[in-house]
């Protein structure tokens, strides 16, 4: 009995803390639950404190997309992080991009939504290039300023639009299927 209960007492002491580190073969930190995953068990011995305290060190301070695997976890390089945060951004913005394409050509509520948004202003835009048109050829037809009076005075008036107007505008697009794809 004694002796269970001096083992019992020193087997805890005999323990050594540890922990893993994983790396993919290629050189990325991985999570130990990856199927790539190779692990490697730091604890005091067979590793010495020093090195322990080393990888233990860069594991807790460095952010983990700032961590690759050498022959143990080290910290990237400023150029290597620079690729990474390039790498990163690149993929928010083909996000980004994607999402707002999907968002415009799509069959969804607010995809016909900004397409006859869109509509409208280009409606919009049309009648006053016209207008502007109209002008030009007014002014350029007229000899004196009499006739140039009565060719301005012949372009048709541009009243102001009410938001009313704008929202049954919108709403025709979408309810009349103009703006379907």
């Known amino acids: 009995m004694k002796k269970i209960l001096y083992v019992l007492i020193l087997l805890p002491s005999l323990s050594w803390a540890g922990f893993q580190s994983c790396h993919n073969g290629s050189g990325a930190i991985v999570s ?24 233990k060190g860069v594991l807790k301070t460095v952010p983990r997309q700032y961590t690759k695997w050498t022959t143990e976890p080290v910290e990237m390089t400023q150029g290597e992080k620079d690729a990474v945060d390039a790498s990163k951004v690149t993929e928010r913005i083909a996000s980004l991009r994607a999402s707002a394409q999907a968002l415009y050509d799509g069959q969804q509520a607010q995809g016909l939504a900004l397409r006859s948004l869109v509509d409208v202003l280009l409606d919009e835009i049309n009648i006053l290039r016209t207008w502007i048109r109209d ?47």
């Open 32 to 55: 130990p639950s990856s199927s790539t995953a190779i692990c490697v068990t730091y604890a005091i011995p067979p590793f010495s404190a020093t090195d322990y305290d080393r990888v």
């Open 135 to 181: 002008f030009k050829t007014a002014t350029a037809d007229a000899n004196n300023l009499s006739t140039l009076k009565t060719g301005v005075a012949g372009l048709p008036n541009l009243p102001d639009r009410t938001l009313s107007q704008a929202k049954s505008s919108i709403q025709s697009g979408v309810l009349d299927g103009s703006v379907d794809e």
